[in-house]
């Protein structure tokens, strides 16, 4: 089973910057994608940005040039840097992973608990 835990969400003025954390623990899988994802009010849940174990990354159009996904595979943690933060990406956003268990044939999606951003003035 593997854990995920975000931090780093808050109330931010527009313009602003904000940096989200997300820790995966548990033992036994190893982990290719790791990535963030939002869901605004009345919408449903979209990718933000994902980022591979051999570095690969993209990123939503609407987040393109302001927003930057890294990892540290060693401590298995993934992080959001969002920088001119704006009033639309006002959501509650997720830390995904996908995980395989050792021995298993296939991967599984995890998911954290969500951690609310908020840009307004």
């Known amino acids: 089973q593997v854990q995920l835990v975000e931090s780093g969400g808050g109330l931010v003025q527009p313009g602003g910057s904000l940096r989200l954390s997300c820790a995966a623990s548990g033992s036994g899988f190893s982990i290719n994608v790791m990535g963030w994802y939002r869901q605004a009010p009345g919408k449903e849940r979209e990718l933000v940005a994902v980022?591979?174990?051999?570095?690969?990354?993209r990123y939503a159009d609407s987040v393109k040039g302001r927003f930057t996904i890294s990892r540290d595979n060693v401590k298995n943690m993934v992080y959001l840097q969002m920088n001119s933060l704006k009033p639309e990406d006002t959501a509650v956003y997720y830390c995904?992973?996908?995980?395989?268990?050792?021995?298993?044939?296939?991967?599984?999606?995890?998911w954290g608990q969500g951690t609310q951003v908020t840009v307004s003035s």
């Open positions: 980022s591979t174990s051999g570095g690969s990354t």
């Open positions: 995904n992973a996908g995980a395989r268990p050792v021995g298993a044939g296939r991967a599984y999606d995890y």
